[in-house]
């Protein structure tokens, strides 16, 4: 079985501050690990991927996670964070063990951007 | 390129009745997934569907149920509506290569059950 936790279901930040967003999981094999994005009234966005390849992953919007496999880990981070990014960001776990392609996603973190 | 696309964008229903909802994937995919999004219970995998057929299945009733048709489209049916079924329905789709399967998202329907 898989899962995902989101540790902080709102966070606020001061517009150009760092943006941290913590997601830890739990697979049994080796995990597909994305972040998605979630603008109010529309559909989920992908940031970026982890598939087993770099630990360190850039995404869109200058957005980057780290996958950190020793803390079972893939915290999201942007240097300075700007008023559009305020957003509700969820992290999910895929893992292609019995063929079960589904997404297991977060709780969600709701993201605040003050100016 | 387009992306997933989702129809109708919103769905008022009553208790009772049944709601079919659209899904159409990106080009070239294959694979259509349904998640559902309930307010206070998060994205829950719903359905996968992949060349026609139904792989895998969430812990959902059986009044959930869908098909995809040869043209990869798929349709989501929801039997029997109770008022715990208003959420926001999402669609994904991905082209499943081995060792990789990015799902991305249409924009939802948004179901409201009266």
């Known amino acids: 079985a898989q899962s995902v936790t989101q540790l902080g279901s709102h966070v606020s930040v001061s517009e150009g501050a760092l943006v941290l967003l913590r997601c830890n999981y739990s697979s049994s094999v080796p995990p597909y690990l994305f972040w998605y994005v979630q603008y109010p009234n529309q559909g989920l966005q992908l940031l970026l991927k982890?598939?087993?390849?770099?630990?360190l992953v850039k995404g869109i919007n200058g957005f980057e996670a780290e996958f950190k496999k020793s803390e079972t880990s893939f915290h999201l981070t942007k240097p300075s964070a700007h008023m559009s990014d305020a957003a509700e960001y969820f992290c999910a776990v895929s893992s292609m063990d019995t063929g079960r392609r589904a997404l297991t996603f977060g709780s969600g973190t709701r993201l605040q951007v003050q100016p | 390129e387009a992306g997933v696309t989702q129809s109708p964008t919103h769905l008022i229903k009553t208790r009772g009745q049944q709601a079919t909802l659209r899904c159409s994937p990106i080009?070239?995919?294959?694979?259509v997934y349904w998640y559902q999004q309930a307010l206070g219970l998060g994205l829950q995998f719903l359905l996968w569907?992949?060349?026609?057929?139904?792989?895998n299945r969430g812990n959902f009733p059986p009044r959930f149920s869908g098909r995809q048709f040869p043209n990869y489209s798929s349709e989501l049916n929801v039997n029997a509506l109770e008022l715990e079924d208003s959420a926001l329905y999402l669609c994904?789709?991905?082209?499943?290569?081995?060792?990789?399967?990015?799902?991305?998202f249409g924009p939802g329907t948004r179901l409201t059950v009266l």
């Open positions: 569907y992949d060349e026609g057929e139904e792989r």
């Open positions: 982890y598939t087993s390849a770099a630990t």
């Open positions: 080009s070239g995919h294959t694979s």
């Open positions: 994904a789709s991905s082209l499943v290569l081995a060792g990789t399967d990015t799902q991305y």
